[in-house]
């Protein structure tokens, strides 16, 4: 048996949106798969692995995944950031991947067994007003889910992040904020708008829909410390689960007055990479949840280390699973929120259909649960042949100005 790396190999697809795929392969052929892909960076991703790491990797013991994960970090020099702790993330995956393969088991029993029956997770609900949001809703718990995260159009704006752009009512919520452009599309923002219309839309909701859903919302790194707080107090009466990325994170300590002023569940983390930028945030339990991804917080190794770190501080996982976390890092998020302990929710963007044609997934969604599947590794197949009728396009996140033109946060 022979379990050295003899292969190590990029792909680049984008079947409805660009992904990026690592693929590595043992002298005995034993697969494993990864998840590079990094929302309108991915083409920097690709080259640090194939010009940087995939040399790196060939004749290594695929089993060595501490050894290779600390290899890759330390020996770069360079520490952090999105481009370096996805493309370590990409490699851990698959070799994860390739280690339960061998043992012919799901990767959750390899990560210490199933901690429970299955996956709580959240879909999103939009709507151009509260009306189309109720249907929204509606159509969402009929699909069978539990949680849901609401965001609407605010009177006056335009376009808004989450909200999807001019859909039919009853049509099927597929937001996807990377837009095929080259260039990004420019938003527009009013702080005041949102914070005095956005209490209303949840009192609605909760007269209509009682007590029972959970319900979410994402602020999108928009509102400052107070602003934040205001936010957090004013929808104290709806019961969030969580309400997510209220300020830039950039600043963990804003956190701090935010915190003094409402007891609002707080999410945040999904623009961060390492144990070492969530220190502040869990040792000061300045957040509920952390909302990280396997793809951009080096891999299942390192996003582990994290979600145990903030469970000596009841601190609870909150996987972020938006589209642009490709099927291959959706499973790696499943096996690991089957498998830890402080699991609290994972996010759930469904990808459109002809991404299916691509990744061949074997996870699956029944009563608002989610659970990986008992299929050896990860349960992902990369299909090539598909693949190579999505070559990848130019995308982009949008961007958000002020009505005076001032570049916002977006
Ligand atoms: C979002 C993401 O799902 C979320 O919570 O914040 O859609 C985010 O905008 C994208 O992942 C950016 O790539
Ligand atoms: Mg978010």
Same mark, same amino acid.
């Given at each position: 048996m022979s379990t050295l790396i003899r292969s190590v190999e990029v792909l680049v697809s984008s079947p409805s949106r660009n992904f990026v795929t690592l693929r590595i392969t043992t002298e005995d052929g034993v697969v494993g798969l990864g998840d590079a892909t990094l929302n309108g960076r991915e083409l920097s991703v690709a080259s640090y692995l194939e010009d940087h790491v995939a040399p790196l990797l060939i #004749? +290594? &013991?695929? +089993?060595r995944i501490e050894d290779t994960w600390q290899f890759l970090y330390r020996s770069a020099y360079w520490r952090r950031g999105p481009v370096t702790m996805s493309a370590i993330a990409a490699v851990d995956m698959a070799l994860w991947d390739i280690v339960a393969r061998l043992a012919g088991m799901p990767l959750y029993q390899l990560l210490g #067994?199933?901690? =429970? /029956?299955g996956i709580l997770c959240y879909a999103h609900a939009s709507g151009s007003d509260i009306e189309a949001l109720g249907d929204a809703i509606r159509q969402r718990q009929d699909e069978g889910f539990r949680a849901i995260r609401i965001q609407t159009a605010i009177p006056g704006m335009g376009s808004v992040y989450g909200v999807q752009k001019g859909?039919? =009512? #009853?049509?099927?919520y597929a937001y996807e904020?990377?837009? =095929?452009?080259g260039l990004s599309v420019e938003e527009g923002w009013d702080t005041r708008k949102y914070l005095s219309f956005l209490p209303g839309v949840f009192e609605a909701v909760r007269n209509e829909f009682g007590p029972d859903p959970m319900l979410l919302h994402d602020?999108?790194? +928009?509102? /400052?410390p107070i602003q934040a707080a205001r936010l957090g107090k004013d929808l104290?009466?709806? &019961?969030?689960f969580w309400l997510e990325d209220? /300020?830039?994170?950039?600043?963990?300590?804003?956190l701090r007055l935010v915190r003094q002023h409402t007891t609002t569940p707080l999410a945040i983390g999904e623009v961060l990479n390492t144990v070492w930028d969530y220190r502040t945030l869990i040792q000061e339990q300045l957040?509920?949840?952390? +909302?990280?991804?396997v793809t951009h917080t080096g891999g299942i190794t390192h996003l582990k280390r994290i979600f145990e770190f903030a469970g000596m501080y009841q601190i609870k996982s909150g996987s972020h699973g938006p589209t642009d976390i490709s099927p291959v890092g959706m499973a790696a998020a499943l096996h690991l929120d089957l498998a830890i302990h402080n699991f609290g929710m994972q996010e759930y963007m469904e990808h459109q259909p002809v991404a299916g044609e691509v990744f061949r997934t074997s996870y699956t969604f029944e009563d608002g649960l989610l659970h990986p599947g008992e299929?050896? #590794?990860?349960g992902v197949e990369y299909d090539d042949e598909a693949a190579a009728r999505f070559a990848y396009e130019p995308a982009y996140l949008p961007m958000a100005r002020l009505a005076d033109g001032t570049v916002h946060d977006w």
């Open positions: #004749g +290594r &013991d695929a +089993r #067994g199933a901690s =429970r /029956t859909a039919a =009512r #009853g049509q099927k904020p990377a837009k =095929r452009a602020a999108h790194h +928009r509102l /400052t104290e009466p709806y &019961d969030l209220v /300020t830039p994170v950039d600043n963990p300590e804003a957040i509920d949840y952390v +909302r990280a991804s299929a050896p #590794g990860l």
